[in-house]
């Protein structure tokens, strides 16, 4: 079955770094596109990022741009999201998702919080 795994999330302070990623299992990963989302405390689930199959031209949210950065490693089964000049804006759950056969799928979220 498909599953979407996500790991490095964390406590970080504001202007840092943190690198998540997104590991996939179930289904081919490198035919099918893979986006991140974050849901904040009492707010909606947002797209951060997202890139097609073959790695092409990524998108971002005007929220994010210039300070993240979405890559796939499709010999690993695994999507990255390079988060730079971290924000407190920032703390939020993060998912990576992927929609195979006109179904979505979800990651269960790792945590980042971003505080002095």
């Known amino acids: 079955q498909v599953q979407l795994v996500e790991s490095g999330g964390g406590l970080v302070q504001p202007g840092g770094s943190l690198r998540l990623s997104c590991y996939a299992s179930?289904?081919?990963?490198?035919?099918?596109?893979i986006s991140w989302h974050r849901q904040a405390p009492g707010k909606e689930r947002e797209l951060v990022a997202s890139?097609?199959?073959?790695?092409?031209?990524?998108s971002y949210s005007d929220s994010v741009k210039g300070r993240f950065t979405i890559s796939r490693d499709n010999a690993k089964n695994t999507a990255y999201l390079q988060m730079n000049s971290l924000k407190p804006d920032d703390t939020a759950v993060y998912y990576c998702?992927?929609?195979?056969?006109?179904?979505?799928?979800w990651g269960k979220g790792t945590l980042v919080t971003v505080s002095s």
């Open positions: 998702k992927t929609r195979v056969r006109s179904v979505d799928y």
């Open positions: 179930g289904f081919t990963f490198m035919t099918y596109s």
């Open positions: 890139v097609s199959n073959f790695g092409g031209t990524p």
